[in-house]
């Protein structure tokens, strides 16, 4: 990975190697350097960091804002929202990031998310059922896109009647495309409009779920909510609320990230049990063995190849780097997972390996709320088609498989299989 000739040696290194085969691509620019200047997603620059111990420290040093604010003009800014769903936690640093954590962490409890696994299992079971009929199917189409937005639309309490197809709406935000840039636009005014109206009907009629919950927060006092779920009640202060935007914010990230990551977990973790029959064999008939085997492919192969951008507060040095305040930096999760100074022999999938410290969830205080619910859906999700079609195999040759073209996620496009 080089410069390109024309543009000089100080010029961002040219991307396509991430794009076409990223981890051999880290692996070069982890041996070559730790931090190097790379075109963003959106054409704009950025520092892309490499090595483990670099990636970690970064995630927990206080001067890597997340705030646009501090970011400088021609630097990489990630998306650009309506200020309805850009207050959310990935554009927060404390003290309010701290004061909105709070609040929806306790959606995330363990009691809470142990109450979705019977829901979570008969739509697996109802997914199966329909894919069985026919003797072939797309994973991600038929299997793990649906699974999570019904999972999502049961947390935040979406009526059958109304649930959409969140999945195009994503689509247009992770991978827009360039000869249709209205799609980006369009998604996005139907998610502000699906999220308004949706948090008026639960206004009006409150139910058991965790946007009536977050409603009560963000409109009653500690004292007023004596009758809340008891994750949410007699735990927060007087200061403790959410502004309007905020509230939509949350929606709107609960559901860009609780359904993104979690497809393209479930689909390419599905197409490693199908590159190794071995390993497969041994998940069925010993489920126990799917949690370490689900951490250890989070680490080989997770779906977030890069973690939101940060912007320094002040000049600072990462690896001996100098990067000057306000310039985004971009923290490389898939890099620092297979960096060999860490995780000996990177790139082999070994489910025995102790993995604790793997950064695929993040770390410190920016680490993924949702992780619990994500390891629980794809722990239900893998068990149950490997132990309904025994006799999985890909329906296509291995090398027709296509994954998406984009710095923001590694994802399967398809997953065509037959039993």
Sequence with gaps: MQNTAESGPDAP??????????????????ESGPVHRITGPDGQPAWLVTRYDDVRSAFADPRLSLDKRHA?????????????LE????????????RVRRLVVRAFTPRRVEALREPVGRTTDALLDAMEAHGRADVIADYAGPLPIAVICDLLGVPERDRRDFRAWTDALITPDPTRPH???EAVGAMLAFFTTLI?????????????????????????REGMDQDFSGTAGPGD?????????????????GYENTVHLIGKATLALLDQPELCDLLRHDPAELPPFIEEFMRHDGPAPLAIRRFPTEDLSIGGVRIPAGEAVLLSIASANRDPERFPEPGTLDPGRDVSGHLALGHGIHRCLGAALARMEVEIALGALIRRFPGLRLDVPRADLRHRRTLRARGLISLPVAW
Excluded: C, Q, W
Excluded at 72 to 84: D, E, H, I, N, Q
Excluded at 243 to 250: H, P
């Design 13 to 30: 290194i040219d991307v396509t190697p991430l794009l076409d085969d990223p981890h051999s691509a880290y692996a070069e620019l982890r």
């Design 72 to 84: 400088v003009a021609g630097s990489y800014r990630g998306f650009s929202l309506p200020p309805a």
């Design 183 to 185: 799609l980006m636009k």
């Design 200 to 224: 008026a009907t639960k206004r009006a009629e409150p139910g058991n779920d965790l946007l009536s919950d977050l409603i009560a927060v963000r409109e009653e006092s500690a004292a007023e």
């Design 87 to 98: 207050a959310n936690l990935l554009n927060m640093d404390p003290p309010d990031h701290t």
């Design 241 to 257: 609320r959410l502004t309007e935007d905020e509230l939509t914010s949350l929606a709107f990230l609960i559901l860009f990230g």
